[in-house]
């Protein structure tokens, strides 16, 4: 099946540094990635979709400037934290589209959990 | 615009006995369904999907869910459950090129 490789899985730094986090289709190539976030013990919640070769969509509230995404090529879209501060602390996964399933396969990371001192 | 409720946050259940874990949606336009499952700091592995045809889905590790469309509920259930099963389950909507709407998740919690 389907995997998707997200690097790091956990991360330490300090405030207002960046940090970036990969994602990675490994087998198959996914024109559209999905970034979300999620707090202790709360649900997923949708930040960005990002799409291969043009600018991410952000939700409502999300802030463009704080989190870039790029998706450069067809196995990879990253996220970068820029200017990190404790308050950016959380999980975050990513999510991508196998365009092979018909059935809307969705294939998610193991996570990255940021943690900024 | 799509929401998804999930109406118990945490739900204890004895090993072997049954469980079943509410989901109810609420959407403008037909809606794919999905039922995930977390384990701590992991990401998610999907337990099964209702996108059309037979309203009752069978998936992994022994669930199934009943889409039932007049309710708007998406039910997920297990007849035996097992001290493994213990985790972080989430119902979501959505599909296409849009991302998934999640529920707030429910914490299925296996006593032996």
């Known amino acids: 099946g389907a995997v998707v490789s997200q690097h790091p899985s956990w991360v330490i730094c300090k405030s207002g540094t960046s940090v970036k986090i990969e994602c990675r289709s490994l087998d198959f190539q996914a024109t559209t990635m999905f970034w979300y976030r999620q707090f202790p013990k709360q649900s997923l919640m949708l930040m960005a979709t990002s799409n291969e070769g043009s600018k991410a969509t952000y939700e409502q509230g999300v802030e463009k400037d704080k989190f870039l995404i790029n998706h450069a090529s067809l196995t990879l879209s990253t996220l970068t934290v820029t200017s990190a501060h404790p308050e950016d602390s959380s999980f975050y996964i990513c999510?991508?589209?196998?365009?092979?399933?018909?059935?809307?396969?969705?294939?998610f990371g193991s996570g990255t959990r940021l943690t900024v001192v | 615009a799509q929401s998804v409720t999930q109406l118990d946050s945490q739900v204890p259940v004895f090993e072997e006995a049954p469980v079943e874990l509410r989901c109810n949606y609420s959407?403008?336009?037909?809606?794919?369904l999905f039922w995930y499952v977390q384990y701590p700091n992991q990401g998610l592995q999907l337990l099964l999907k209702y996108l059309s045809g037979s309203t009752l889905v069978k998936g992994i590790n022994g669930f199934e869910a009943e889409f039932n469309k007049s309710q708007t509920s998406f039910h997920l259930r297990k007849p035996s459950v097992h001290i493994s099963d213990t985790a972080e389950y989430f119902c979501a909507c959505g599909g296409g090129a849009d991302g998934l709407t999640f529920g707030k998740g429910t914490h299925l919690i296996i006593q032996p």
């Open positions: 999510s991508a589209r196998d365009p092979r399933e018909p059935s809307y396969g969705y294939t």
């Open positions: 959407s403008s336009v037909s809606v794919y």
